[in-house]
């Protein structure tokens, strides 16, 4: 029997194991997690409901609050809610297939470092990917390319769109923190230690009797002198800045949007000691002025105002290691996009250099869509026509049967592989699949024409020819390949690599297994 060889069995267990892995499912439906920050709703939940309605993207962006219900694949929960869910989620996919930006639509970039040391874009892409992660976006892609001595980065992302993207990714991404601060004339302040300022006739100062340039440093804290007017020196004290920031916060407790006349966002982020140190020591120099203290504390991203926060009176000299940033917009939306786009800014890091956007394209998800209907519609129609041609060249069904069967075969295993190994199926590799089907449609044709010719030698030595010109073809095919593999750029890397896989995939698993069956056809 067939079942009792080798061959036809690995080539079972294969397409079975395959199966299971792209796992078709075209009633899926709901939201899995990615990101979790409330108890009771873990990464990986799938969630179907929210308080009995079914769950889609607005569903998931409403403010809750008190216990409600939420209906998961592990069973109805009840979660405490105040104000938004504080989750990341991406909907069920019909199949574990990641699909490139080509296909499922999404932004390609490709982004220039102002320096581009091998390091410094390593670091880059290390800072990119957790933005992007935070952000809430997925199957982002990222790889160094260096042309003529300078370094870039490839940068594709299936989802997301061209301007939300660049305002991520374009930011440097250096915070800081400033506390206008106003001294008189032969007066002090108290730091760590206490400092005795004083005016000269040129409008510089003195500090404990020695002169100091505009921007200076005191007890770790970096000053700037704005400039001297009606004896009263006017300083802007940094008092922290992205390396202080420890954490920041997504749960709803600490993290949301309010509506208050227009949308208001707020989110939480915890200082290091060091940080609160130098802003309760120059907090203790300000006056309180009724709730308040005289000067607020204004927050920048890359030089540019992001906030202005009043500070309450009672946070005088207090080592604080929790600050809230607060802004508004107009819709709710846009006021979630912004919060979510400063965390993720802030959660990163600041880029080692700034970069700059060279190239920017949006590949619409319909033209994809269309694309991959096209090519499905054009593979099934080609298996068709070389079946039928087949069929008139032997006239035998039995012949035409295992070669569709086997043809289709070959596509699930390449599907399985892609699944197990993370690989994302976009134009190249379905450009990939369609050359692999290709040549294993030939493999097949020399299999059974060696097996149906005229018997000058044995059965056995006609498929040791058969595979010895198989095994070459694929030998020199691998080899054709594995330049672009390495040295391919975008589109020519995908499609070798899809190739490669599927090549080795055919002369190991299915053509083998093709052999043993036309071998018994013939026998019988």
């Known amino acids: 029997m067939l079942l009792k060889n080798y061959k036809i069995l690995i080539w079972l267990f294969f397409v079975v194991l395959s199966i299971v892995l792209v796992a078709p499912n075209p009633f899926a439906r709901g939201y899995k997690i990615t990101s979790s920050d409330i108890t009771g709703l873990d990464e990986g939940d799938i969630i179907y409901k929210i308080n009995d309605l079914e769950a889609n993207d607005a569903i998931l962006k409403n403010d809750y609050f008190g216990?409600?219900?939420?209906?998961?694949?592990?069973?109805?929960?009840?979660?405490?809610?105040?104000?938004?869910?504080?989750?990341?989620?991406?909907?069920?996919?019909?199949?574990?297939?990641?699909?490139?930006?080509?296909?499922?639509?999404?932004?390609?970039?490709?982004?220039?470092?102002?320096?581009?040391?091998?390091?410094?874009?390593?670091?880059?892409?290390?800072?990119?990917?957790?933005?992007?992660?935070?952000?809430?976006?997925?199957?982002?892609?990222?790889?160094?390319?260096?042309?003529?001595?300078?370094?870039?980065?490839?940068?594709?992302?299936?989802?997301?769109n061209a301007e939300e993207l660049k305002q991520l990714i374009e930011r440097q991404g250096k915070f800081e923190a400033k506390i206008p601060l106003v001294i008189f004339n032969s007066t002090k302040i108290k730091l760590d230690e206490d400092y005795i300022f004083t005016i000269k006739d040129d409008n510089s100062i003195l500090i404990d009797g020695t002169e100091v340039p505009k921007d200076f440093e005191l007890s770790g804290i970096?000053?700037?002198?704005?400039?001297?007017?009606?004896?009263?020196?006017?300083?802007?004290?940094?008092?922290?800045?992205g390396n202080d920031i420890i954490t920041v916060y997504f749960d709803p407790q600490r993290s949301g949007v309010q509506y208050t006349g227009n949308y208001q966002w707020f989110f939480t982020v915890q200082l290091s000691t060091r940080g609160a140190q130098k802003f309760a020591w120059v907090t203790q120099n300000l006056a309180v002025t009724g709730a308040y203290l005289e000067s607020p504390i204004n927050m920048y991203l890359d030089g540019n105002p992001i906030d202005s926060l009043s500070i309450s009176s009672s946070l005088k000299g207090r080592v604080e290691t929790e600050i809230s940033i607060t802004g508004g917009s107009s819709t709710?939306?846009?006021?979630?996009?912004?919060?979510?786009?400063?965390?993720?800014?802030?959660?990163?890091?600041?880029?080692?250099?700034s970069i700059a956007i060279v190239q920017l394209d949006t590949i619409s998800p319909t033209l994809g869509s269309g694309f991959l209907q096209g090519a499905l519609a054009a593979g099934l129609a080609a298996i068709i026509g070389i079946s039928l041609v087949i069929f008139v060249r032997y006239r035998k069904l039995k012949i035409v049967v295992p070669l569709i069967i086997f043809s289709f075969s070959e596509v699930i295993v390449i599907l399985g592989v892609a699944v197990a190994i993370g690989w994302t199926i976009d134009i190249a590799a379905i450009a990939g699949i369609i050359a692999v089907v290709g040549t294993g449609v030939d493999s097949q044709i020399i299999i059974v024409d060696q097996a149906t010719r005229e018997r000058v030698l044995s059965l056995n030595e006609r498929m040791k020819r058969a595979f010895f010109i198989i095994f070459g073809a694929a030998g020199t095919v691998i080899a054709a390949m594995l330049p672009l593999m390495v040295l391919g750029f975008g589109l020519l890397r995908g499609f070798a690599i899809t190739t490669i896989i599927g090549v080795l995939a055919a002369v190991l698993i299915t053509r083998p297994a093709f052999g043993v069956v036309i071998q018994r056809l013939v026998k019988d």
């Open 67 to 160: 216990t409600i219900k939420v209906e998961t694949n592990k069973g109805q929960r009840f979660i405490n809610a105040n104000g938004t869910l504080g989750i990341e989620t991406e909907k069920v996919g019909m199949t574990n297939l990641k699909f490139g930006l080509d296909i499922k639509g999404g932004v390609h970039a490709v982004i220039e470092p102002n320096e581009s040391s091998n390091g410094t874009l390593q670091q880059i892409i290390s800072t990119l990917q957790t933005r992007i992660n935070v952000y809430g976006l997925r199957e982002a892609s990222f790889r160094p390319v260096y042309h003529e001595g300078r370094g870039f980065i490839d940068f594709s992302i299936a989802g997301g």
């Open 222 to 241: 970096r000053f700037v002198l704005e400039n001297i007017e009606n004896n009263r020196i006017n300083l802007t004290s940094h008092v922290f800045d």
């Open 332 to 353: 709710f939306d846009e006021a979630e996009n912004d919060k979510l786009r400063l965390q993720s800014i802030l959660r990163s890091g600041a880029l080692p250099t």
